[in-house]
């Protein structure tokens, strides 16, 4: 296959590929051009073995900034949260480790906010859970019968 034919196949999959997603989505006029250029590009790279390099991702916060003692702000979206862990696995299908390993937090990064984990401890405490149970007290003893004899 010549070079020429190579490229004109790379550039009819490309435009075959855009005309694809842009039927089931909106994509304004100016950007269209870049669109079928990336899709391209993408091509190019996948055949000739080059993987394009991936920009770290960008926190929606600082990490400092991220942990409140009443909340945690999420580094995906920005949003405030008690706990984390449910956000990330309905929202991002992430686990906390997934989540710690991304954003290169450290293992005991917070996946609840500081009050409420207290305040949660505290409930708990009070109505007796985490402690160890005490002993049964020990079984009256009885003292045997005596005989009668008779």
Request: hydrophobic share 40%; charged share 20%; aromatic share 6%.
């Amino acid at each position: 296959m010549s070079q020429h034919s190579a490229v004109a196949r790379n550039v009819a999959v490309a435009a075959d590929i855009v005309a694809a997603y842009v039927s089931h989505n909106s994509v304004p006029l100016p950007m269209l051009t870049g669109l079928i250029a990336d899709v391209h590009q993408a091509l190019l790279g996948l055949r000739t073995g080059h993987q394009p390099t991936l920009a770290p991702p960008v926190p929606a916060v600082p990490v400092k900034r991220s942990i409140h003692p009443d909340y945690l702000i999420c580094l995906e979206d920005g949003k405030k949260f008690k706990s984390l862990k449910r956000h990330l696995r309905s929202h991002y299908e992430m686990t906390p480790d997934d989540y710690r390993r991304k954003w290169e937090l450290p293992a005991d990064y917070p996946m609840v906010a500081p009050n409420y984990a207290a305040r949660r401890s505290e409930l708990a405490r009070g109505i007796g859970l985490g402690q160890v149970a005490a002993p049964p007290p020990p079984k009256p003893t009885r003292k045997p019968r005596a005989k009668q004899v008779g």
